[in-house]
T-cell receptor, first 115, second 107 residues
């Protein structure tokens, strides 16, 4: 595998379910990101991890819970979601340093539908 | 606060030129440009890090006017493969993306 991979690619869940999204980057980067992309809206940054430490949480509801066990893997745990949470969830990675942010490499995304 | 992109959508014939603008109400440290085709991940095009900087890649280039807090993306002699949604991202500490410009190139 190369680049940034995400699984699953599609997910349908009920409001009472618990599920997790997985992201893996094979680029040796030190920063990883979760974005939400809804129809007709800009990419919304949700979480940033730099060297496995969470450095940003853009007022994301607690029903979204990120986890970064190492610099190559990033998870987004989902529970008791709402229909308005249906969107494309994109993971990205970059090599950050002084003077950043730098080029971000995106995964293909997980299309989430909440019923 | 997210940058403002204009136009929201543009339709071209193959070989025509287009300009996409990105402006911010905040001072810009850098401007990033990405393109996303339908059903695919956004792909990085270029970063402009300094005021007045211009960059180019093939027939796609961009300028950054730090004083005016804006950037423009220039697509010259557009090709069918240029179709997609173009996003600018501006940074203070993290990237904030504009709402995108949908570009359609027709044969």
């Amino acid at each position: 595998e190369t680049g940034v991979t995400q699984t699953p690619r599609h997910l349908v869940m009920g409001m009472t379910n618990k599920k997790s999204l997985k992201c893996e980057q094979h680029l040796g980067h030190n920063a990883m990101y979760w974005y939400k992309q809804s129809a007709k809206k800009p990419l919304e940054l949700m979480f940033v991890y730099n060297f496995k430490e969470q450095t940003e949480n853009n007022s994301v509801p607690s029903r979204f819970s990120p986890e970064c066990p190492n610099s190559s893997h990033l998870f987004l745990h989902l529970h008791t979601l709402q229909p308005e949470d249906s969107a494309l969830y994109l993971c990205a990675s970059s090599q950050e340093g002084a003077g950043g942010p730098y080029e971000q490499f995106f995964g293909p995304g997980t299309r989430l539908t909440v019923l | 606060q997210q940058p403002v992109q204009s136009p929201q959508a543009v339709i071209l014939r193959e070989g025509e030129d287009a300009v996409i603008n990105c402006s911010s109400s905040k001072a810009l440290y850098s401007v990033h440009w990405y393109r996303q085709k339908h059903g695919e991940a956004p792909i990085f095009l270029m970063i402009l890090l300094k005021g007045g900087e211009q960059k180019g890649h093939d027939k796609i280039s961009a300028s950054f006017n730090e004083k005016k807090q804006q950037s423009s993306l220039y697509l010259t002699a557009s090709q069918l493969s240029y179709s997609g949604t173009y996003f600018c991202g501006t940074s203070a500490r993290q990237l904030t993306f504009g709402s995108g410009t949908q570009l359609t190139v027709l044969p």
